[in-house]
């Protein structure tokens, strides 16, 4: 099962998580997920383990590095984009293209 971990520190590591959860079981994957601009954690991680049921009901609200944790289920993101998705325009503002030309948008 795969966990969500959120209300990390920014100095909280992989290894950091991997030793928290693996009283629990066997980790097989570990990831802080990083900023790309700024290179610094973004507050929240991603585990897999086996034990997950175990180690969410024992580490959800603990304390870490001073803060308190939260771990639940991860699911799955909608996608949106890509091959023909819709995206509705927004209500109010950005009237994009339309707006330019003149055209009434309805809104």
Do not use: H
């Not at 991680?45 to 603990?62: C, T």
């Not at 803060?67 to 996608?79: G, M, P």
């Amino acid at each position: 099962m795969k966990l969500f971990v959120g209300n990390l520190s920014y100095n909280a590591t992989e290894k950091d998580l991997r030793d928290l959860f693996s009283q629990f079981g066997d980790v097989s994957s570990c990831k802080v997920i990083i900023d790309r601009e700024t290179g610094r954690s973004k507050g929240f991680a991603f585990i897999e383990m086996d034990n997950a049921d175990q180690a969410m009901a024992a580490l959800n609200g603990k304390e870490l590095d001073g803060r308190s944790i939260k771990v639940n289920e991860a699911t799955e993101r909608e996608r949106t984009g890509g091959g023909g998705g819709f995206s509705p325009r927004p209500k109010f503002g950005g009237g994009g293209r339309d707006r330019d030309r003149g055209y009434n948008s309805g809104y």
